[in-house]
């Protein structure tokens, strides 16, 4: 259930070899669309969960786990990998874990979080 608590928040591996194949704008470039990505999803998910979409909401997860485990976002790759077989009230209730993680991972590739402050329960019961 928590394979994503223990996976490293950025591969390295993934990193260094993004590095050798691509120029660093091409890197920098890829970043910040996975980071609008990141903005993107979140919001989708979020939007399904307060709608009640279980459908909705795995397609997030989905789309958000494909890019995050190809640029060696580990951590948020497997959460993402375990809300698409999750029901809507366990993806709920991780949600401040997940909009924390989607924080950290930003951050740790020097881009802005998604800004939800004290109160990441964005999706109200």
């Known amino acids: 259930m928590t394979a994503w608590r223990h996976a490293p928040l950025l591969d390295d ?6 590095r050798a194949d691509l120029e660093a704008d091409e890197v920098a470039e890829i970043l910040a669309a996975f980071a609008a990505d990141i903005h993107s999803r979140a919001d989708d998910l979020a939007a399904a969960l307060a709608a009640g979409d279980a459908d909705g909401a795995r397609r997030a997860a989905h789309s958000l786990k494909g890019a995050a485990l190809n640029l060696g976002r580990s951590r948020l790759g497997l959460i993402c990998a375990y809300f698409q077989h999750a ?12 909009a924390a993680l989607c924080d ?12 939800f402050g004290e ?4 999706v109200r019961a």
């Not at 950290?104 to 800004?115: F, H, I, M, P, V």
């Open 13 to 18: 591996a993934v990193a260094a070899q993004l």
């Open 87 to 98: 029901g809507l009230a366990e993806i709920a209730a991780l949600w401040p874990e997940f």
């Open 104 to 115: 950290a991972t930003l951050a740790a590739q020097g881009q802005t979080g998604l800004a």
């Open 119 to 122: 109160d990441s329960s964005i």
